[in-house]
């Protein structure tokens, strides 16, 4: 065989041809004899040859099928420990961050931004970095304790279950766990459609939230802005519409990423991006919560 690929291969290449360097090269530099010629031991083409080559071929057959570790594919069970892992570091974090430090503490700023800058770096990124995605769930973990002991402490019921961090962590969990039902039922498909229902809506919610950010911080409106009342809790819930509809799609991306057969390390890339679509719908209903109990 001439294909380099198959000459290399231990299935596909010949076992007996001369190797640099090997028994068959110094074998016609000192003038023994050359490749295929019997020389006190069974030579190509013998019975005892034979058999050995049989046995290894037999050997070959019955070895088990390769496996995805051996050949290094993602798969679904990579997906969720590298996620279930992701989410404990998370909620470490933000727990940490929630009884060392003070509710008037900025440090959920720092964590914010941080998360923000090291969440594109890692979007952006062609290979999933495991270093970058673990410190981005860092930063959100004291970006999300922050700012979760800032609502509890404004809101009437503040530590007890009704409290608005206990029941988003619950809606969050609840959400997730019927995106993924309704998905996996395929009662709700990843469609054409709906895809572009999707980008349309996350684009005019960008947009509504920057022109809100933007009247806050020159003083046209106060508080949240247009995020208070009737109006916020309609928001809110749009913002939790997608938020759902977001996580069907990153099912649907790592069902594919899974069906095609690619690398491992991208469960790394399938993880990080469901953090992100978790810590959103979580920041949602933190925020819709907090005005249903009427403390903006």
């Known amino acids: 065989m001439t294909n380099p690929v198959f000459n290399n291969s231990p299935v596909f290449g010949d076992p007996n041809a001369p190797k640099r360097g090997g028994t068959a090269t110094r074998a016609r530099a000192g003038g023994a004899p050359s490749y295929g010629t019997p020389s006190g031991a069974a030579a190509y083409g013998t019975a005892g040859a034979a058999s050995a080559d049989a046995a290894q071929l037999q050997g070959m057959y019955d070895a088990p099928a390769a496996t995805t570790a051996d ?11 590298k996620t279930g892992g992701l989410l404990a ?10 009884a060392l430090t003070p509710v008037e503490s900025p440090i959920w700023m720092l964590g914010a931004v941080v998360g923000l800058v090291l969440g594109l770096v890692n979007a952006f990124k062609k290979q999933p970095s495991p270093l970058l995605i673990t410190l981005y769930t860092l930063a959100q973990g004291v970006f999300l304790g922050g700012i979760s002991q800032y609502y509890s402490a404004i809101t009437v019921s503040g530590n007890d279950l009704t409290g608005v961090v206990p029941m988003a962590v619950l809606a969050t969990l609840c959400t997730f766990g019927a995106s993924l039902f309704l998905f996996r039922s395929g009662k709700i498909r990843v469609t054409p459609k709906f895809t572009r229902f999707l980008i349309i809506g996350m684009v005019g919610y960008l947009a509504f939230s920057l022109v809100n950010m933007l009247l806050v911080m020159f003083g046209v409106m106060d508080g949240w802005g247009m995020r208070s009342g009737g109006l916020g809790i309609v ?16 099912f649907d991306a790592i069902k594919r990423g899974v069906e095609n057969g690619v690398p491992a390390k991208f469960a790394w890339s399938a993880a990080f991006g469901l953090m992100v679509t978790l810590i959103w719908l979580y920041l949602e209903f933190l925020r819709l919560f907090a005005i249903l109990q009427g403390r903006d």
């Open 71 to 81: 050949t290094r594919r993602m798969t679904y069970d990579d997906v969720i420990i």
């Open 89 to 98: 570091l998370l909620v470490v974090v933000a727990g940490a961050t929630w």
């Open 235 to 250: 928001v809110s819930l749009f913002a939790v519409s997608l938020a759902a509809m977001s996580l069907i799609v990153d």
